[in-house]
């Protein structure tokens, strides 16, 4: 009994890593989708998301079920609460690739970004992978003090998202209004996308730890 129960536990994990490589993938297509005005690559993510939603909801199952049929205590309850907030994290930053991708097609075929805020956006967008790729492996190590440095590694997106305002409010902007304000949705999509990372990051943490990085400081 105890051998499937940890099995299951180990499978929970696996699903939340696999879901975290899932949105490095969508924001990565996205970010390309948009850059290149790639109409079929921004579907492919649209299509793609409903994978996404389809995982969390059997891994919120799987979890609700050790819950209620196992009574883990300690280190395993907070395995489990932390990958059941975790998995709506990772959902949300597919869909936050999503809209991302909608935003390509909207505009399709017409390039959504003028060249010189297309390069800040292109970094955002590996920004955002490397979080995804650093959450999955994260969620795999359980190492606690690789988890924390993920809300350092948010430093490099918080500079470019201002960076992207700079732009946006120099009173030269050329580009618009429309323009202004898919810049200003992108920018918070991406932000945001490497909030829900440096989230799953503090969890794992807690998990390891019993303690968020704030009470550990």
């Known amino acids: 009994m105890r051998s499937d129960y940890h099995d299951r536990l180990d499978a929970l994990t696996t699903g939340l890593a696999d879901m975290c490589g ?125 988890a924390a440095r993920l809300r350092h590694d948010d430093d490099a997106m918080n500079d470019l998202h201002r960076h992207l305002f700079t732009l946006l409010m120099d009173r030269q902007w050329p580009h618009g209004v429309a323009a202004a304000v898919d810049v200003t949705l992108l920018g918070r999509f991406y932000e945001r996308f490497a909030d829900h990372a440096v989230e799953i990051g503090r969890r794992v943490v807690f998990q390891a730890t019993g303690e968020t990085p704030d009470s550990a400081d």
């Open 22 to 146: 899932l949105a490095a993938t969508a924001i990565e297509r996205a970010t390309d989708g948009l850059l290149h005005a790639d109409l079929s690559i921004a579907e492919r993510v649209i299509s793609d998301h409903d994978d996404l939603v389809e995982r969390k909801a059997a891994l919120e199952e799987a979890a609700f079920i050790l819950l209620a049929l196992q009574a883990p205590v300690a280190g395993e309850l907070r395995a489990i609460v932390s990958t059941l907030r975790n998995v709506s994290d990772a959902e949300r930053m597919g869909g936050l690739a999503l809209h991302v991708a909608k935003i390509a097609r909207l505009r399709h075929p017409s390039q959504v970004l003028a060249d010189d805020v297309s390069a800040v956006i292109a970094e955002m967008g590996t920004v955002a992978v490397d979080l995804a790729h650093a959450a999955r492996d994260v969620v795999l190590s359980a190492d606690p003090e690789r």
